[in-house]
């Protein structure tokens, strides 16, 4: 029988389906998938009638059963196509088939006459090949896979296509195939396709290679699954350190063996790999021995509590050469911002920093250039550059899910979620961290676990989640990660979520512990976090102001000329242990500075400090006045606690509207009346709104007149909060 027309198919459809069923697209789908093959057309048609959509599960069948009843060369051509997939030579499908090429032509065409192949001689649709595929016995299957891929090799097919053949056949039984799997691993990278590179070189594992090409292909592997998978990719650090002994792994590979023992937090194998590199560049020998001075001063300043490493870095500074120029290009600005960030070169360190994310992208062939990129948004993290840091963020976790990364794209959430909490936005910086530790297991963190534990613990505690924050607390992490840069960030965040649960002394011993990580960085004003006015409200804690003031006075007397965040903060501590009649004019300095760094909690703090301090001085109409800007600084962060501390009923009198009237009065300002509505709920004066909007004072005067009305308010003081 011919195939159905169009009309044929459309007829057949209105009185199996009915007319309201059977539109003209569904019908012309039909056609399309069926090429009017009578048998195909009803098995789609009782799909549809099952589950009320085209599911062309029944044309493969139909076709398998029309197959079946043909000759038996016909089910052999057949299968060869549906492994060598789309239109095939004939000569391919004869041999793969081993059937004489004249049948194997008369088998194509009779497929095409009845509908079930197009006149290209390519299957209909995807789940023909696939019915025909899963119809046979799997060792038939995995040999056919097999032979196809020695076709396609000797053929001059791209790597990649010979590779899906040996990934479909489950295994590399052909000779060709470690060369092959390593080109298609490339090519697949070259292409954006991370999860078919990764399948090519684990399957590539599994070849008959000699032991430079097995440690080759390891160390491919564990460069992606470090980006993809970094739970499982420490499996490959000893393989990859007997690799190192035998001299099979170049500089590159080299290298990131260094990074992958320092993120795993494997010390003792980092210290003796990095001690055998400068053995063998004393000798002269060796592949990976140029880099050797980056590598110790990286892992030095990736871990500046660990004396060992920090030893063998001075060593290797004083008896080694300047390094060669390094084989991978992101290995000397990773070594260098490391440097500047805990060295406290403030201008060379955001220069850099800059220059790194102008130019940066993600690149799949290095390990180096995620570390690369996290330290430079970290420099800029530490400048207060923070409105850059969560753009760059935002576009590089982009990037890397695109890319199947999850490693960095977690790492980019978390240092999105610090610079939140560095804004004071508490729910924000939670959640984002949060994410980052859904997105990676535990394991695959290593070390870093602590750093992002380390934000979660802060802004669950800031925020007054305490249950929360408990159950961080009790999260394991690994040991070495309090000796790494990370250990800094963790510990603080302890501290002050002992401090919040009344444990001053265990608080005190996680504050001065952060002390040990400043002993190593020099400089001024290089302290990453702020431990000595922490160390401060824990001895205040114990009513021991002796020892307060003495720490306060030391972070003073450390900190470079001009305001600062850091400068903010030991005012507000400051003013603590000083007279009632200096608190006012020391706190009115500590919230001006506060103000200007972007950091909305701590400004709440230090503006309920000053609003008290103006209580105990007995200026009433001053305490209120700072008490509302408080509050409404405090609801913005989510600090809910904090308002509570700020001892201010919420519903004003004088400012009580409904949410609809405040909504409705929100939505009606303008962009320019918004803008300067935050500020002034801030607590900029209008003078300092006019410098930072590049207008009049007056200007400004006037659109606040207008967002009062708006929002039914009469004094900046009660301005809405989430403005």
Same mark, same amino acid.
């Given at each position: 029988m011919r195939p159905l027309s169009r009309s044929g198919v459309d007829a057949l459809a209105v009185r199996l389906l009915g007319p309201h069923t059977a539109s003209p697209r569904l019908t012309a789908e039909l056609?399309?998938?069926?090429?009017?093959?009578?048998?195909?057309?009803?098995?789609?048609?009782?799909?549809?009638?099952?589950?009320?959509? !085209?599911?062309?599960?029944?044309y493969g069948r139909a076709l398998l059963e029309l197959v079946a009843h043909s000759r038996p060369s016909m089910l052999s051509v057949v299968r060869a196509l549906a492994v060598l997939g789309g239109a095939a030579p004939v000569a391919d499908v004869a041999r793969l088939a081993r059937v004489d090429a004249t049948v194997t032509g008369w088998a194509l065409h009779a497929l095409v006459s009845a509908g079930l192949l197009t006149e290209g001689q390519a299957f209909r649709h995807p789940v023909a090949a696939t019915a025909v595929l899963d119809d046979m016995p799997a060792d038939r299957r995995a040999a056919l896979h097999r032979a196809a891929a020695e076709l396609l090799h000797e053929a001059g097919a791209p790597a990649l296509t010979v590779a899906g053949q040996l990934l479909s056949a489950g295994d590399p039984g052909v000779d060709c195939a470690t060369e092959v799997l390593i080109t298609a691993s490339d090519e697949a990278l070259a292409t954006g396709d991370v999860s078919t590179a990764l399948r090519c070189l684990d399957l590539a594992q599994h070849t008959r290679a000699d032991d430079p090409t097995a440690a080759r292909i390891r160390a491919r592997l564990s460069r992606l699954e470090w980006q993809l998978k970094p739970q499982v990719a420490v499996r490959h650090l000893h393989p990859q350190l007997r690799d190192f002994t035998a001299g099979h792994l170049d500089r590159r590979e080299v290298s990131e063996l260094v990074l992958g023992l320092a993120?795993?937090?494997?010390?003792?194998?980092?210290?003796?790999?990095?001690?055998?590199?400068?053995t063998r560049a004393h000798r002269g020998a060796g592949s990976g021995t140029e880099d050797i001075r980056p590598l110790t001063n990286w892992a030095a300043m990736a871990y500046p509590l660990h004396t060992g490493l920090r030893k063998l870095a001075h060593s290797v500074a004083a008896a080694t050469p300047e390094a060669a120029p390094c084989h991978d290009p992101w290995l000397p600005s990773a070594v260098t911002l490391a440097e500047d960030l805990t060295r406290g070169r403030d201008e060379q360190l955001t220069h850099r920093a800059e220059l790194l994310l102008r130019t940066f992208h993600l690149d799949h062939g290095s390990l180096w250039n995620a570390e690369s990129g996290a330290l430079a948004l970290r420099a800029l993290l530490y400048a207060g550059r923070l409105e850059e840091v969560l753009a760059w963020c935002e576009k590089l976790e982009t990037a890397a899910a695109a890319h199947q990364a999850v490693a960095w794209q977690g790492r980019f959430l978390a240092i999105r979620a610090e610079a939140h909490l560095r804004q004071g936005h508490l729910i924000s910086a939670h959640d984002l961290a949060a994410r980052a530790m859904a997105l #990676?297991?535990?394991?695959? /963190?290593? #070390?870093?676990?602590?750093?992002? =534990?380390? !934000?979660?613990?802060?802004?669950?505690t800031r925020s007054g989640r305490l249950e929360q924050a408990e159950k961080y607390v009790a999260q394991p992490i690994p040991e070495q990660a309090l000796h790494s840069r990370h250990g800094a960030h963790y510990l603080h965040a302890r501290g002050h979520y002992r401090l919040a649960t009344h444990h001053p002394q265990a608080a005190l011993a996680d504050f001065l512990a952060c002390g040990r990580f400043a002993e190593t960085w020099q400089p001024p004003g290089a302290d990453v #976090?702020? /431990?000595?006015?922490?160390?401060?409200?824990?001895?205040?804690?114990?009513?021991?102001?002796?020892?307060?003031?003495?720490?306060?006075?030391?972070?003073?007397?450390? =900190? $470079?000329?001009?305001?600062? &965040?850091?400068?903010?903060?030991? *005012? &507000?501590?400051?003013a603590a242990?000083?007279? #009632?009649?200096?608190?006012?004019?020391? $706190? @009115?300095?500590?919230?001006?500075?506060?103000?200007?760094?972007?950091?909305?909690?701590?400004?709440?703090?230090?503006?309920?400090?000053?609003?008290?301090?103006?209580?105990?001085?007995?200026?009433?109409r001053n305490a209120r006045r700072v008490a509302h800007r408080a509050w409404h600084l405090a609801k913005q962060t989510g600090a809910e606690h904090l308002c509570r501390e700020a001892a201010l009923d919420p519903i004003d009198p004088e400012a009580a509207m409904?949410?609809?009237?405040?909504?409705?009065? *929100?939505?009606? $300002? @303008? @962009?320019?009346? &918004? &803008?300067?509505? $935050?500020?002034?709920?801030?607590?900029?004066?209008?003078?300092?709104?006019?410098?930072? *909007?590049?207008?009049?004072?007056s200007t400004v005067e006037q659109h606040l007149t207008r967002v009062f009305r708006k929002v039914n308010v009469k004094r900046r003081q009660d301005l809405p909060h989430f403005l």
């Open positions: 056609h399309r998938i069926s090429g009017g093959n009578p048998l195909a057309v009803q098995a789609l048609i009782i799909d549809q009638q099952a589950g009320g959509a !085209c599911y062309p599960e029944g993120e795993a937090g494997a010390l003792d194998e980092l210290t003796a790999l990095l001690d055998a590199l400068r #990676v297991p535990p394991k695959g /963190w290593g #070390v870093g676990l602590a750093g992002v =534990l380390g !934000c979660a613990i802060l802004a669950a #976090v702020p /431990w000595r006015t922490s160390a401060a409200e824990a001895w205040l804690a114990q009513d021991d102001q002796d020892q307060a003031k003495r720490l306060v006075r030391e972070q003073m007397a450390r =900190l $470079l000329p001009g305001p600062s &965040r850091a400068r903010g903060l030991s *005012l &507000r501590t400051l242990v000083s007279r #009632v009649t200096r608190r006012p004019q020391l $706190l @009115t300095e500590a919230v001006d500075m506060l103000k200007d760094s972007g950091d909305d909690y701590e400004l709440a703090r230090a503006l309920i400090d000053l609003s008290i301090a103006f209580k105990d001085t007995g200026d009433q409904s949410a609809d009237q405040r909504q409705d009065g *929100l939505s009606a $300002l @303008t @962009t320019q009346e &918004r &803008r300067i509505a $935050l500020l002034a709920a801030k607590g900029y004066t209008n003078r300092e709104i006019a410098a930072k *909007l590049y207008i009049t004072a």
